[in-house]
């Protein structure tokens, strides 16, 4: 059952690496601005997403099948707690593929937080321009909610 753990979490590590290689071609992809590119990519990292579901949702089973067996283990234990009651032999290699795993994960995490800054500087340049097509008005006031009152003129006849 631990060796079973063991590769949960290295198909868990290897689903992340996946997903940070696919954040830094979507990076270099927003900065393109090559929308045909990251359609597929967004695609793609939905698949490994749903796969990491996956083997979460395998990973925690495989803790509750090992809590029934070991006296000392609860599911809701964090890794930490796991490794101080895993079995001798075990543990340099759950530690091992568990630092990985963390590792793999805060390197997602970055990625996703640099993707998020692009994305709102992208949609910040498209709403300035859109404003700027419409002659855009913000009034004095502000909105109920805090939000600026933009006013804009129409500029277009779209049933022409």
Known sequence: MWRDMIGALESLAEAYERLVAIGKAKRDTLVAIDMKRLEKLLDAEQTVLDEIQQLENGRQKILKSLSEKEPKLRPEMTMQEVLAV???????????????????VAQAKTVSGDNAFLIQGAL?????????????????????????????????????
């Open 124 to 160: 910040s340049a498209v709403n300035y321009h859109l404003n700027r097509l419409s002659n855009a008005e913000v009034e004095q006031g502000y909105g109920q909610r805090g939000q600026e009152i933009v006013t804009r003129q129409k500029k277009f006849d779209f049933q022409a």
């Open 86 to 104: 895993s079995p001798g032999e075990i543990r340099p290699q759950l530690k091992g593929i568990h630092k990985k795993l963390d590792d793999v």
